[in-house]
């Protein structure tokens, strides 16, 4: 059964942090690209970062320098470290494959207040 479970998110003040993890089941994992989308309240879901099966990783311009995205295959989990949080970056954060994307998971809510 495929399956995506987000994990780790909460409420933050501006300027912290928070790690965020998902874990996949039923796909080889270690084939795939992987990453994590966010939705804000009356806005479209948007991609902030990815990385390739070999690693190499990708950011949205609004999070560069400030998230940082990992994997683990050994554990079937994508990571998303993130820093320097802004109320900007408050959503429903998700993951998913990159290219044949899977049913989407719940999600774990991001709250950053000011």
């Known amino acids: 059964q495929v399956q995506l479970v987000e994990s780790g998110g909460g409420l933050v003040q501006a300027g912290g942090s928070l790690r965020l993890s998902c874990a996949a089941s039923g796909i080889i994992f270690r084939n795939s690209g992987m990453g994590w989308y966010r939705q804000a309240p009356g806005k479209q879901r948007e991609l902030v970062a990815r990385?390739?099966?070999?690693?190499?990783?990708n950011y949205a311009d609004s999070v560069k320098g400030r998230f940082t995205i990992s994997r683990d295959n050994a554990k079937n989990t994508v990571y998303l470290q993130m820093n320097s949080l802004k109320p900007e970056d408050t959503a429903v954060y998700y993951c998913?494959?990159?290219?044949?994307?899977?049913?989407w998971g719940q999600g774990t809510q991001v709250t950053v207040s000011s």
């Open positions: 998913n494959r990159i290219g044949l994307m899977l049913s």
């Open positions: 990385i390739t099966s070999s690693g190499m990783t």
